[in-house]
C-alpha cells in the first residue's frame, strides 16, 4: 500500500505540475556546482546530492550488524526559495524513513532552478541504496570548467522516472492561445467587452462562444489569470488558488483535469420548504492535439431545490414520462427525495481549425448570437444540445454556420414512447463596415422529422438562402426567420447595439393599420458604458426587448423555435416588452453584479370560458388565435413583473472560474388573472456557496 502512495505521489507530481529538470533553463545549483556550464549542472545536482548523502545517512546500528540491504524511496521538492523539502519517504523500516528526513533537512539553501528567469520549484524521486555506496565522479576539465560525461552513481536520481518524464514540459497555459471556446459567462466576458469593441478593432462580438485564439488577439486572458496568482509553496495552496488540478503538457499535446462544484444553500421566503440547496459535482477536461485540434468535455451529477417559482417553471416544462421536470438551461430532472430534483447533464465538442480561417466544431453544448443580454436570434437559455457549427472569419467577415438537433418534448407528439426529432440550421453573417459600424444579417429555419424526412439535406449549404429553399420544400415544411443586428461604437466607452427579428409580415395589414396576427416580428434595442463613470472595470448596460404576439410559433405546432419546452430565443417567448438594467465590476479577484428587469407579458387565460391562444406561449397553436386584427403586446392575461438579482463575491481560483458568492432575488409577479400556471408571486430567495462558473443561470423567468 505505502508503495502504490509514493506511485500515485510521483504520479501527480508529474501530471500535476507538468516540470521536469530538462526544460527549466537552470536546475537547482549547489555552491559547488556555481563554476559548472548549465548543460552540465544536472549531472553536478546528482553527484553532490549524493554525495552529501554517503557522507551524512547514518544507517541504524541494529540494521548494519544484521547487513540488512534493500532501499530508502524519497519524493522531494527544491522550492522556490532552494530549500528541499521531503514529500513522501518509503522504508521497510521507521528508523530509515527516521533517519532519511534528518538528511533531508540538514541539505543547505541552494539556488533554486529558474524557468524564464525565475524561481520555481522542482520535483525529484530518488532511491538510497542500502548499504551505502560512494558516489563516483570523473574529473574536471580544466579547459572549459565542464564536467566529463562520467557519474556512474549508485543512489541516482531514478532514471525510469526521468524517462517517463522526458517529454512533460513545463505546463505553459496553451488553451489560452487555443481553438477551444472561452466558456460563456455575461459575468467573465464583461472583463474584456471594452477591448473587443474598441474603435477601430476588426473583432466579431455577436457569435458567442468566442474562440481563446480570436480573443487574445485583443485580450491577455494568460496575463490576467497571472496576474492574480497567489503566493504559496504548497501543492495544495497552488491547486486551490493558481492551478487546474492536473495540467499536462508534452511535445505535441496539453491536457487539464478539473473538478466542477456548485455547493450551495439558500432560502426562498414564499417557499413552504426549510431551504434552497444545490449540489452539483463533475470534472471539466481541455486537451489540445497538435496545433490544430482541440476538445474539452464537462459531466455534471447534481441534485437541488430552488426557489418555489423556480420549481414552478420547472415542473411546468415537464417532459413526457414520469419525470417531474426540465431544470432550466439544463435538462429532464427525476424527482429526489420528496421535493427536489436530480438532473445529470453531459456536454462537449471536438473543434478542429484545418486552416487559419476556418474553425469547425461539433458537439453537445449552447451557442448564442447577440450583443445583449438577451438574443432575439439564438440564445442559450435552453438545454444543451448537439451541434455543428463552421466559423469562417476573413476580411471584414465572420461567418457562422450552425446545424441543430432538437426535441419537442411533449406528450401529445412523441412516438412510440421517444421524444421527436426537429432540426434548425442558422446562418449569420457579421461585417465591420467601418471602424465604428457592424452589421449583421442573420437567418434560420426550423423543420421536423415528419414523413421520415430526417435531416433535409437542402438545408446542409452553408451559403443558401433558407426562405427560398422553404418554398421549394413547401411552405408547411419548414419555420423560415429573418434577422438584422447592429453594432455601433459611438467612442470606446459607449457601445449601442440592436437586434430585429422577423418571423412573418403582412404589408397590406401594415397599410390597413389593423394590427394583424401577421405582423410576427420583435426588436432589441441596448447601450452598454465600459469604465464607467471613470472607474475601471465597471461596465453599465441598459437593454430594451420587445416581441410581438405569436413570434417563433407556427401553425404546425412542432415547427415553433424551441427545444426541451423551453425557447431558443429569448426566455420569455413572445407578447412581452421589457427593460433589463445590468451593472459588472471587478477588482483583482473580487466582484458584484446588479440586475434589475422591468416587465410586461401576455399570458392565456387557460379556462373553460377562454382557452384562446394570446399569443405568448410559443408551443401553442397559431389557429388557435383570440383574433385576427388588433393584436398587441401584453393582450391576454396582462403580467407585469419586477426583478432584482445582485450578486458578490471571490474569485478562488482564476485558472478554473472557482468563485465564492451570495446571490440575493427580489421577484414581484402580479397577474390580473391568477390560474395554475400564472400564480401571484413576490418572493425574497437568498443564497450562498461555492461554484465553477461554466455557464449562464438565468433566474428571471
Known amino acids: 500500500m505505502k508503495r502504490f502512495l509514493l506511485f500515485v505521489s510521483i504520479f501527480l507530481s508529474m501530471f500535476c505540475n507538468g516540470q521536469n529538470i530538462s526544460t527549466y533553463?537552470?536546475?537547482?545549483?549547489?555552491?559547488?556546482?556555481?563554476?559548472?556550464?548549465?548543460?552540465?549542472?544536472?549531472?553536478?545536482?546528482?553527484?553532490?546530492?549524493?554525495?552529501?548523502?554517503?557522507?551524512?545517512?547514518?544507517?541504524?546500528?541494529?540494521?548494519?550488524?544484521?547487513?540488512?540491504?534493500?532501499?530508502?524511496?524519497v519524493l522531494f521538492e527544491v522550492n522556490k526559495d532552494?530549500?528541499?523539502?521531503?514529500?513522501?519517504?518509503?522504508?521497510?523500516?521507521?528508523?530509515?524513513?527516521?533517519?532519511?528526513?534528518?538528511?533531508?533537512?540538514?541539505?543547505?539553501?541552494?539556488?533554486?532552478?529558474?524557468?524564464?528567469?525565475?524561481?520555481?520549484?522542482?520535483?525529484?524521486?530518488?532511491?538510497?541504496?542500502?548499504?551505502?555506496?560512494?558516489?563516483?565522479?570523473?574529473?574536471?576539465?580544466?579547459?572549459?570548467?565542464?564536467?566529463?560525461?562520467?557519474?556512474?552513481?549508485?543512489?541516482?536520481?531514478?532514471?525510469?522516472?526521468?524517462?517517463?518524464?522526458?517529454?512533460?514540459?513545463?505546463?505553459?497555459?496553451?488553451?489560452?492561445?487555443?481553438?477551444?471556446?472561452?466558456?460563456?459567462?455575461?459575468?467573465?466576458?464583461?472583463r474584456f467587452d471594452d477591448e473587443m469593441n474598441a474603435i477601430g478593432t476588426n473583432s466579431h462580438t455577436a457569435a458567442k462562444p468566442f474562440l481563446y485564439a480570436d480573443v487574445a488577439k485583443y485580450y491577455d486572458i494568460k496575463a490576467e489569470k497571472e496576474s492574480l496568482v497567489k503566493k504559496t509553496d504548497s501543492w495544495l495552496g497552488r491547486k486551490l488558488y493558481n492551478e487546474h488540478l492536473v495540467q499536462v503538457q508534452g511535445k505535441d499535446y496539453w491536457f487539464t483535469v478539473d473538478p466542477i462544484l456548485?455547493?450551495?444553500?439558500?432560502?426562498?421566503?414564499?417557499?413552504?420548504?426549510?431551504?434552497?440547496?444545490?449540489?452539483?459535482?463533475?470534472?471539466?477536461?481541455?486537451?489540445?492535439?497538435?496545433?490544430?485540434f482541440n476538445l474539452t468535455t464537462s459531466f455534471y451529477e447534481s441534485q437541488g431545490r430552488f426557489a418555489d417559482y423556480f420549481n414552478q417553471y420547472a415542473e411546468s416544462l415537464k417532459a413526457f414520462g414520469p419525470d417531474p421536470a426540465i431544470i432550466p438551461g439544463r435538462g429532464i430532472a427525476k424527482r429526489f427525495k420528496s421535493d427536489s430534483y436530480d438532473y445529470p447533464v453531459a456536454e462537449a465538442y471536438l473543434s478542429y481549425t484545418p486552416v487559419d480561417f476556418l474553425n469547425i466544431q461539433f458537439g453537445h453544448g449552447k451557442n448564442f448570437i447577440g450583443d445583449g443580454y438577451r438574443s432575439l436570434f439564438q440564445s442559450d437559455v435552453s438545454s444543451p444540445y448537439p451541434f455543428l457549427k463552421l466559423n469562417v472569419n476573413f476580411w471584414k467577415i465572420k461567418y457562422t454556420s450552425t446545424w441543430m438537433w432538437l426535441k419537442d418534448v411533449r406528450p401529445e407528439v412523441t412516438v412510440d414512447g421517444a421524444f421527436f426529432t426537429k432540426y434548425m440550421a442558422n446562418h449569420f453573417l457579421s461585417w465591420n463596415v467601418s471602424k465604428r459600424l457592424n452589421i449583421g444579417l442573420f437567418e434560420s429555419v426550423m423543420w421536423a422529422d415528419t414523413n421520415n424526412r430526417g435531416f433535409d439535406i437542402n438545408y446542409l449549404n452553408p451559403i443558401i438562402f433558407f426562405r427560398a429553399i422553404e418554398f421549394q420544400t413547401g411552405q408547411d415544411a419548414g419555420n423560415a426567420i429573418l434577422g438584422l443586428s447592429g453594432k455601433y461604437k459611438w467612442n470606446n466607452k459607449v457601445n449601442i447595439y440592436g437586434q430585429f427579428i422577423l418571423d412573418e409580415f403582412s404589408l397590406s395589414d401594415v397599410k390597413a393599420g389593423e394590427k394583424s396576427w401577421k405582423n410576427k416580428f420583435g426588436f432589441q434595442l441596448g447601450a452598454k458604458y465600459f469604465n464607467a463613470f471613470k472607474i475601471d472595470n465597471l461596465?453599465?448596460?441598459?437593454?430594451?426587448?420587445?416581441?410581438?404576439?405569436?413570434?417563433?410559433?407556427?401553425?404546425?405546432?412542432?415547427?415553433?423555435?424551441?427545444?426541451?419546452?423551453?425557447?431558443?430565443?429569448?426566455?420569455?417567448?413572445?407578447?412581452?416588452?421589457?427593460?433589463?438594467?445590468?451593472?459588472?465590476?471587478?477588482?483583482k479577484r473580487w466582484f458584484a453584479d446588479a440586475k434589475f428587469i422591468i416587465g410586461q407579458r401576455g399570458y392565456d387565460f387557460n379556462t373553460t370560458d377562454d382557452s384562446f391562444n394570446y399569443g405568448g406561449n410559443i408551443y401553442a397553436d397559431e389557429d388557435n388565435r383570440v383574433s385576427d386584427t388588433g393584436i398587441k403586446i401584453g393582450q391576454g392575461n396582462k403580467t407585469?413583473?419586477?426583478?432584482?438579482?445582485?450578486?458578490?463575491?471571490?474569485?478562488?481560483?482564476?485558472?478554473?472560474?472557482?468563485?465564492?458568492?451570495?446571490?440575493?432575488?427580489?421577484?414581484?409577479?402580479?397577474?390580473?388573472?391568477?390560474?395554475?400556471?400564472?400564480?401571484?408571486?413576490?418572493?425574497l430567495w437568498f443564497s450562498i456557496g461555492i461554484r465553477t462558473d461554466l455557464f449562464n443561470w438565468y433566474n428571471d423567468f
Open 262 to 292: 456548485d455547493l450551495q444553500v439558500g432560502k426562498d421566503t414564499e417557499a413552504n420548504f426549510s431551504s434552497t440547496w444545490n449540489n452539483t459535482r463533475g470534472i471539466f477536461i481541455q486537451a489540445g492535439l497538435g496545433k490544430r
Open 25 to 73: 533553463e537552470k536546475p537547482p545549483v549547489f555552491k559547488e556546482c556555481d563554476s559548472i556550464a548549465v548543460n552540465q549542472l544536472k549531472s553536478c545536482f546528482n553527484y553532490t546530492l549524493n554525495k552529501f548523502i554517503f557522507e551524512n545517512y547514518k544507517v541504524p546500528s541494529i540494521l548494519d550488524e544484521e547487513s540488512f540491504k534493500g532501499d530508502v524511496k
Open 539 to 587: 461596465l453599465l448596460q441598459l437593454e430594451y426587448n420587445q416581441v410581438r404576439p405569436y413570434t417563433y410559433s407556427h401553425n404546425s405546432i412542432i415547427l415553433n423555435y424551441a427545444h426541451f419546452n423551453q425557447p431558443m430565443a429569448h426566455l420569455w417567448g413572445s407578447n412581452f416588452r421589457e427593460l433589463v438594467l445590468i451593472g459588472r465590476y471587478n477588482y
Open 640 to 683: 407585469k413583473s419586477f426583478m432584482t438579482e445582485i450578486q458578490a463575491g471571490y474569485l478562488i481560483n482564476p485558472e478554473t472560474n472557482l468563485k465564492l458568492f451570495t446571490n440575493i432575488i427580489y421577484r414581484d409577479f402580479n397577474p390580473e388573472a391568477i390560474n395554475a400556471s400564472t400564480m401571484d408571486s413576490n418572493t
Open 82 to 190: 532552494g530549500d528541499f523539502k521531503v514529500i513522501y519517504i518509503d522504508a521497510i523500516y521507521d528508523e530509515l524513513k527516521q533517519e532519511g528526513h534528518r538528511v533531508f533537512k540538514s541539505l543547505p539553501k541552494i539556488q533554486p532552478a529558474t524557468y524564464n528567469g525565475k524561481p520555481t520549484f522542482i520535483q525529484y524521486s530518488i532511491d538510497i541504496a542500502i548499504p551505502l555506496k560512494q558516489p563516483v565522479m570523473g574529473g574536471i576539465d580544466e579547459g572549459n570548467n565542464t564536467l566529463k560525461a562520467q557519474d556512474s552513481l549508485n543512489a541516482s536520481l531514478s532514471n525510469e522516472y526521468d524517462k517517463i518524464n522526458a517529454e512533460v514540459r513545463t505546463y505553459e497555459k496553451l488553451e489560452y492561445a487555443s481553438q477551444l471556446n472561452v466558456p460563456f459567462t455575461h459575468a467573465y466576458y464583461a
